[in-house]
Every structure is written in structure tokens, then in C-alpha cells.
């Protein structure tokens, strides 16, 4: 799932009056988004896997990325039957090596 297909789901959700696209989501709209527990969502943080923003009124903020990252290791733990730990582990590497592909690109360019 791309950014741009997430904050088009985003400006879908009711109740949900933005007065303009943010890359930022709220805790119920990141549940609702990935199908992920609550609890999940508090083991991730304490993880250190996604780190929310918190408002002056103490309520976290996500970014778009953290709904992307998430869709990603709900499929590994789903599909794999892997834990937590283990997935957000395969993703953080899967986002290095997409990282150093990119890098590639630029240096064969650069030749």
C-alpha cells in the first residue's frame, strides 16, 4: 500500500474533518487503517519499532510511514506465523536493502 492510497483511505474515514492532507494519524485511525490490537499497537511503541508524536493533550500521533511499516509485519506475523519481534526485524531489514538499491541506482548513475 503506497502513501498517496493511505491518505486517500484517511480523507474516507468518518468523522474525520482535516482541513487539509497530514502525514500524521491518530491512534484510532491507525487501528482502524492496519487492523492491529491497541495492545499491539503499545508493544510496537515500547519497542521502539514506531516512534509517535504526542500532542499538547498527551494522545500520540503516527505517521503514514508507521501505517505502511505496520501493513508490512501484520503480514509477516499473519502470514508466517512469526512474532513481533522477529518481523519488525525482517522489515527494518527489507527497508536497509531497499535503501542500498536506491543508493546503487545513484552510483551507477553518477558512472
Do not use: C
Amino acid at each position: 500500500m503506497t502513501t498517496r492510497k493511505l491518505q486517500e483511505m484517511l480523507l474516507q474515514l468518518p468523522g474525520l474533518n482535516l482541513p487539509e492532507r497530514s502525514e500524521y494519524v491518530a491512534w484510532a485511525q491507525l487501528v482502524q487503517l492496519t487492523s492491529i490490537q491497541p495492545a499491539q499497537v503499545s508493544e510496537l511503541v515500547d519497542l521502539g519499532w514506531i516512534s509517535p508524536k504526542k500532542t499538547n493533550a498527551e494522545e500520540y500521533l503516527f505517521r503514514l510511514r508507521d501505517v505502511y511499516r505496520i501493513h508490512k509485519l501484520m503480514r509477516l506475523v499473519n502470514d508466517l506465523d512469526m512474532s513481533f519481534n522477529s518481523g519488525s526485524i525482517i522489515v527494518d531489514l527489507l527497508e536497509r536493502v531497499e535503501e542500498l538499491e536506491k543508493e546503487v541506482i545513484e552510483l551507477k548513475r553518477l558512472v
